[in-house]
T-cell receptor
Framework: NAGVTQTPKFRILKIGQSMTLQCAQD?????MYWYRQDPGMGLKLIYY???????DKGEVPNGYNVSRSTTEDFPLRLELAAPSQTSVYFC?????????????FGPGTRLTVL | AQKVTQAQTEISVVEKEDVTLDCVYE???????LFWYKQPPSGELVFLIR??????QNEISGRYSWNFQKSTSSFKFTITASQVVDSAVYFC????????????FGKGTRLHILP
């Protein structure tokens, strides 16, 4: 099992550009999550999904969009990149509800917006 | 409100010393889960432990131990005989069962183990 994979590992964007951060898991997990981690801070939840076709906002959803067309994939879309979106983005998955199962994290995508 | 506080921003200890990382949480729910995650310099997040609110037994795993005290809303993490490889940022996190599966992370404690 590859676990949770994320691409790309690094990316530099110009203000106003768009991009999609890819996330895939091969553990057949129902729940998937996107977090951002700013320097010296903990993780903040952007969006999450409890199954294919179902997504919901987390703590900091503005400026992002997600979709979940399959169980395996949970891409995160930035439409108009802004410097405030410079961060490290982590995707995670869990088999079931967060509390009863650990979350498995991907290696992260480091995004810089200039 | 759901909240996790890790008051220690950064700690440095000499190798082989014991070190305790503090975590204090706030929740209105009676059913919740607490977690500790490790983030080494390589950047990935590694799950260490999960506790539910009904299990206050202390847990030991090798050099790691955890002390959960519901009365003081505290979930401490102790590393015994620390090693350089323990250098990392450690995050405490809270998930309330009735909160749509959202997990709230503390800001983390950066631990430096000096050789």
């Amino acid at each position: 099992n590859a676990g949770v994979t994320q691409t790309p590992k690094f990316r530099i964007l110009k203000i106003g550009q768009s991009m999609t951060l890819q996330c895939a898991q091969d553990m057949n997990h129902n729940y998937m999550y996107w977090y951002r981690q700013d320097p010296g801070m903990g993780l903040k939840l952007i969006y999450y999904s409890v199954g294919a076709g179902i997504t919901d906002k987390g703590e900091v959803p503005n400026g992002y969009n997600v979709s979940r067309s399959t169980t395996e994939d949970f891409p995160l879309r930035l439409e108009l990149a802004a410097p405030s979106q410079t961060s490290v983005y982590f995707c995670a998955s869990s088999r079931d509800r967060t509390g009863s199962n650990e979350q498995f994290f991907g290696p992260g995508t480091r995004l810089t917006v200039l | 409100a759901q909240k996790v506080t890790q008051a220690q921003t950064e700690i440095s200890v000499v190798e082989k010393e014991d070190v305790t990382l503090d975590c204090v949480y706030e929740t209105r729910d009676t059913t919740y889960y607490l977690f500790w995650y490790k983030q080494p310099p390589s950047g990935e997040l590694v799950f260490l432990i999960r506790r539910n609110s009904f299990d206050e037994q202390n847990e030991i795993s090798g050099r790691y131990s955890w002390n959960f005290q519901k009365s003081t809303s505290s979930f401490k993490f102790t590393i015994t005989a620390s090693q350089v490889v323990d250098s990392a940022v450690y995050f405490c996190a809270l998930s309330e069962v009735n909160r749509d599966d959202k997990i709230i992370f503390g800001k983390g404690t950066r631990l430096h183990i000096l050789p």
